[in-house]
């Protein structure tokens, strides 16, 4: 070899160096999906690839379109996702509230693990540095129409590790009981509030429904949370989720019988744009209020805060624009003095996001964890330790992210029709004229 040209001896002598070592010199060359399906819900995936031969993955919300990412594809190709701050202003204008900030966010998050990678630290380090390498988790569980089974059900969670708890305690629980719940006939008896027909109960806000609960039908839910009470103690804190589509009269009434149980929050009980009533519940009860998962972008979490219409905000990455714009959410909240638990239900990429914003996050309280009953989750990255350890997620010095994903066992669970990251070809052009100003 000593002998050979310059050239082939440099190529001889360097073919085990990396080459993603230029980050000034990086550019997105593609951007593909994969559609998981049951971990647990449905979370399409995304893939940037570069011209260096790193690839950074991100997440679009669960159950969400994952054309909210494909659509942001032409305005990233023959960019450095290095400027990550830059490409999120240039894309924001294309998400929103609920889902559709799936995209966005999906699109953010793999930008910070491509810069991650590219510089060799991890995505906590560049947003600052770490408060904490250890990140505490909530879980819920599924849910029984008898208290017992359920606070069964929930103790088994505190005797896996978790340290943090949440209760969906929805009227349907009660529901068929008689003298339980006003106007449910007019929904066909439905109170599902995943159903997505239109015109459906699931599918109208809550000051609309003329669902009412009567005394009866609370004493009933409070057996619930008495029983689960009773089986984890009171050294667990606990959050409830999911309780209905009602009014603000009835939410406060709701709210004052759970006084009792000293519980962490009660979420959504009205819908996050409706400020005035979440003023009106605050104000009246003594069980911190939270919101937040369906909002986009700081704005929203802004008027929030200002009016003090909260305890406490709980953006989801997956739908807040990512990482750094969850990050700012939540500084912003702790100048008001309000706390905040990340919502989360997706695969290890977007859980991963949620876990550095924690990490680098001073007012973060609890990550959700919603793949407990997912036996495959940790699978779906290489790694020997599972991501999850007894209710905690530990962070490493791994650059980006920290994970490898396992392509071979995304490809087992793919949603049906879906392929493998299939070449997107149809998205690398602009077609429209996207400026918002004149």
């Not at 003594?286 to 709980?314: H, S, W």
Request: proline share 5%; aromatic share 10%; net charge negative.
């Amino acid at each position: 070899m000593a002998f050979r040209p310059v050239e082939e001896q440099v190529d001889y002598v360097s073919q085990k160096v990396s080459r993603a070592s230029k980050p000034t010199q990086l550019k997105i060359t593609d951007m593909r999906v994969a559609v998981l399906e049951g971990v647990p819900f449905t979370s399409p995936v995304v893939r940037i690839s570069t011209n260096q031969g790193i690839s950074g993955y991100g997440e679009v919300r669960d159950d969400a379109d994952k054309r909210y990412a494909l659509e942001l594809k032409s305005h990233l190709l023959g960019e450095n996702p290095c400027n990550v701050e830059m490409l999120f202003k240039r894309i924001k204008q294309f998400g929103n509230n609920g889902r559709q900030g799936g995209g966005v966010s999906g699109v953010e998050m793999a930008l910070w693990d491509l810069a991650g990678k590219a510089y060799g630290v991890p995505v906590f380090q560049m947003l600052g540095g770490a408060y904490r390498r250890k990140i505490r988790l909530y879980t819920d569980t599924t849910e029984s129409d008898d208290p017992k089974e359920y606070a069964r059900r929930m103790k088994e969670r505190v005797d896996k590790g978790f340290t943090f708890l949440k209760m969906d305690l929805g009227l349907e629980l009660v529901a068929k009981k008689p003298g339980t719940i006003i106007g449910k006939d007019y929904w066909g008896g439905n109170l599902e509030q995943y159903n997505g027909e239109a015109g459906s109960y699931g599918q109208t806000q809550h000051n609309f429904t003329m669902v009412q609960v009567t005394d009866k039908g609370i004493e009933l839910m409070a057996d619930f949370v008495e029983a689960v009470r009773d089986a984890v103690g009171y050294n667990i804190p606990l959050g409830m989720d999911h309780t209905g589509h009602f009014d603000v009269n009835t939410a406060i009434r709701l709210a004052h019988r759970f006084e009792r149980y000293n519980l962490a929050w009660m979420e959504d009980l009205v819908p996050w744009n409706y400020t005035d009533d979440w003023k009106e519940i605050t104000k009246a009860i003594n069980v911190p209020t939270m919101t937040g998962e369906d909002i986009y972008g700081l704005e929203g979490f802004r008027k929030l805060c200002d009016e003090d219409a909260i305890d406490l905000v709980q953006p989801d990455p997956a739908t807040a624009g990512g990482i750094l714009e969850t990050k700012r959410i939540g500084d912003y909240a702790a100048e008001k003095g309000k706390a905040m638990p990340l919502h989360y239900a997706g695969s290890p990429v977007g859980a991963m996001a949620a876990a550095h914003i924690a990490a680098a996050t001073e007012s973060f309280v609890a990550l959700e964890y919603h793949a407990t009953d997912v036996p495959f989750w940790n699978d779906l990255v290489k790694q020997d330790q599972p991501l999850m350890d007894k209710g905690w997620y530990h962070l490493t010095d791994k650059p980006g992210l920290g994970i490898e994903m396992d392509e071979k066992e995304m490809e087992k669970h793919l949603a049906k029709g879906e392929k493998m990251f299939a070449p997107t070809p149809e998205w690398n052009k602009k077609v429209a004229w996207d400026r918002t100003w004149s």
